[in-house]
């Protein structure tokens, strides 16, 4: 099937789920508004911890606001993408992942558009604010170069993000779990990301930059885009964010795929 296929094809699946889901309207608004009040109690945390000291490792409160939009911005396209990767386990468990396996499309493509999770309107909505509130108090210049970037960075974002949820999903055609490691590995990298990295002892940048490279979700590019230094790593290492989740995201999918080859129905 040529990719042209595959695109319209993902599409007329996305629009049956989002049809779907639009049948829970007042659902789908409470969601929305959730996801925003929860974001916004993340940022008032913030506030009130840099109430005293104004600054956390040189980085100002409306510096870090950004940096945390730049994640949450991301984070929701990964949300539409890839979220459902997680629970793997429980389709394989339950012996409904061999549905993917019998029909004539790749198997990868069609578990990702198995399911397109509309509430992530919510991190859109939430995300755009502060950028327009940001760019306001910091008087930032967006040329297109500079918007370029950002968009670039994050699609690197979407694909890091997304790269280490496929690749906690294919430990589930060797182990048959796949979820607990969500709550192991991601939820604390992401965590992670809500705060700059020169915070964090040294090793621990080393091992978001080069191993798990969550600094190339938000904090490499964000530094660029606000002209912060970033200690220990070159000055210009956020313009390789799209280049590192391209790769990564390559290197997970191989797991991926290499994972489904090894795959034995629990005839369930």
């Given at each position: 099937?040529?990719?042209?296929?595959?695109?319209d094809l993902y599409f007329k699946l996305i629009s049956a789920g989002v049809r779907a889901q639009l049948q829970y309207r007042f659902a789908f608004v409470m969601r929305i508004v959730g996801l925003i009040t929860s974001y916004t109690g993340t940022a008032l945390t913030m506030w009130i911890m840099l109430y005293q000291f104004q600054e956390l490792g040189s980085w100002t409160f409306y510096e870090m606001l950004f940096l945390f939009a730049v994640a949450v911005l991301s984070w929701g396209f990964c949300i539409i993408l890839f979220f459902h990767f997680r629970g793997l386990d429980t389709y394989i468990l339950n012996g409904t992942f061999d549905r993917f396996l019998v029909r004539p499309i790749n198997p990868f493509f069609h578990f990702m558009a198995m399911k397109f999770d509309v509430a992530s309107f919510g991190q859109f909505i939430f995300s755009i604010g502060i950028f327009i509130l940001v760019s306001f108090r910091l008087q930032l210049d967006w040329t297109v170069g500079k918007s370029l970037f950002l968009l670039l960075s994050v699609v690197g974002g979407i694909l890091i993000q997304g790269g280490l949820l496929v690749m906690i999903s294919a430990l589930a055609f060797w182990t048959t779990k796949s979820e607990q490691f969500?709550?192991?590995?991601?939820?604390?990298?992401?965590?992670?990301?809500n705060y700059p990295l020169v915070i964090y002892p040294k090793a621990v940048q080393w091992f978001t930059a080069f191993v798990i490279p969550f600094g190339f979700v938000n904090?490499?590019?964000?530094?660029v885009l606000l002209e912060k230094e970033t200690p220990f790593f070159p000055e210009n290492i956020g313009y390789y964010s799209p280049l590192v989740g391209i790769v990564f995201f390559s290197i997970a999918y191989s797991i991926w795929m290499l994972g489904l080859k090894r795959y034995k129905s629990t005839g369930s």
């Open positions: 099937m040529s990719v042209v296929k595959y695109f969500y709550w192991v590995a991601m939820f604390p990298a992401r965590n992670l990301t904090y490499f590019p964000a530094a």
